[in-house]
Nanobody
Framework: QVQLVESGGGLVQAGGSLKLSCAAS????????MGWFRQAPGKEREFVAA????????YYADFVKGRFTISRDNAKNTVYLQLNSLKPEDTAAYHC?????????????????WGQGTQVTVSS
């Protein structure tokens, strides 16, 4: 069974930081690009960041503005998302996902495996 499990979410004050982790149950996705998406109540799922297999290519949504950093440790089957300078509008459930080879990094339809999400709540 292939599983992606996110952790590290929580409640923080505006301007605070969190580090999210996404652990894969196996090394199945060692050659896959990985992405982070988020979804707030009443809104559609949106792209946050993506990283290639060897971390040579990294992509961020425009709203990140240097505040977030995506990274991965293939030896640990884990991808990370460092969240800094958090804003109330960052409040959402954050999901990691594995991308199908050769697909568009920012399109949720390009990903075929998803974690259940970890909640990030930023208070004002």
């Amino acid at each position: 069974q292939v599983q992606l499990v996110e952790s590290g979410g929580g409640l923080v004050q505006a301007g605070g930081s969190l580090k999210l982790s996404c652990a894969a149950s196996t090394r199945t996705f060692i050659n896959r690009a990985m992405g982070w998406f988020r979804q707030a109540p009443g809104k559609e799922r949106e792209f946050v960041a993506a990283i290639s297999r060897s971390s040579n290519s990294i992509y961020y949504a425009d709203f990140v503005k240097g505040r977030f950093t995506i990274s991965r440790d293939n030896a640990k089957n884990t991808v990370y998302l460092q969240l800094n300078s958090l804003k109330p509008e960052d409040t959402a459930a954050y999901h990691c996902a594995a991308e199908r080879p050769g697909t568009l990094y920012s399109d949720p339809l390009s990903y075929d495996y998803w974690g259940q999400g970890t909640q990030v709540t930023v208070s004002s």
